[in-house]
């Protein structure tokens, strides 16, 4: 299939084109939402079974990874119906801006917020550093931010959750816009995130392995972590860790 390329608000390139939904990682970081809609879902599957097409969803590749920003609920119908791909647009974008992306899609379409979330949304914005206007070096106001966030939260909500989520940069609101010094304190590195997942992943999979006696589905299981494990090391130059001596 032909990519379509298009240039997104930010400028970065976009390209349109059918991925693997088992190719995606569906991640609750980049998911504000506190839990999926399930009427959504059937609404969806629904409409989907009736000969509807609906918007390709986005996805952001993060340090190689496609990750889902927008659309879980339509994935979670095309899986339902039993559908293994899913039309998608796809930005490279860092983890700080793929999971503002995923805030901001939530924030234009869809039911309102939750505060839990409006406040998760909040945090993923100054993450980003959205609150730095360009080429100025100065500082959003509390009252910018809430538009920018669609109203989800007042610019009172905001100041508050300012000094408690990010106390150092709340110094600097403290006295009006002025320059930035200040880094918002940055989340856990986005390789520790993937090696943190995938350590849970094995570690699972040396659990429940153990369980399976079906000769057919053990191999298929060994089958899947073969293939698994010549993926990540073609990805790229791997060392062991050194082993300590037994004492």
């Known amino acids: 299939m032909t990519d379509a390329t298009t240039a997104s608000p930010s400028g970065a390139d976009e390209a349109t084109r059918e991925l693997s939904i088992s190719d995606l990682l569906r991640d609750q970081r980049y998911q504000i939402r506190a839990k999926t809609d399930e009427a959504a879902v059937r609404r969806y ?35 339902s119906i039993g559908r293994s791909t899913v039309m998608a647009v796809i930005v490279t974008a860092p983890a700080s801006e793929a999971r503002w992306l995923a805030a ?27 609150h730095v206007l360009k080429g100025r070096r100065r500082l959003m106001s509390l009252r910018d931010i809430a538009k920018a966030l669609s109203g989800a939260a007042t610019h009172m909500s905001i100041h508050r959750w300012m000094k408690k989520d990010f106390p150092k940069l709340s110094k600097e609101y403290g006295g009006g816009p002025g320059p930035t010094s200040n880094e918002p304190p940055a989340p856990e590195s986005q390789q520790q995130v993937h090696f943190t997942d995938a350590m849970k992943a094995v570690a699972q999979v040396q659990i429940t392995g153990r369980a399976i006696r079906d000769p057919e589905l053990r191999g298929r299981l060994i089958a899947a972590i073969e293939d698994g494990l010549k993926i990540v090391r073609e990805v790229g130059p791997w060392t062991l860790p050194e082993m300590s001596p037994d004492f």
Do not use: C, Y
């Open 104 to 130: 901001q899609a939530n924030l234009e379409h869809g039911l309102p917020l939750k505060p839990r979330e409006a406040r998760e949304a909040f945090r993923a914005f100054i993450r980003a550093r959205k």
């Open 45 to 79: 599957a629904n409409a989907l079974r009736s000969g509807a097409e609906m918007p390709p969803v986005r996805v952001a590749i993060v340090d190689g990874v496609p990750v889902l920003v927008d659309g879980h609920h339509r994935v979670a119908a095309h899986v």
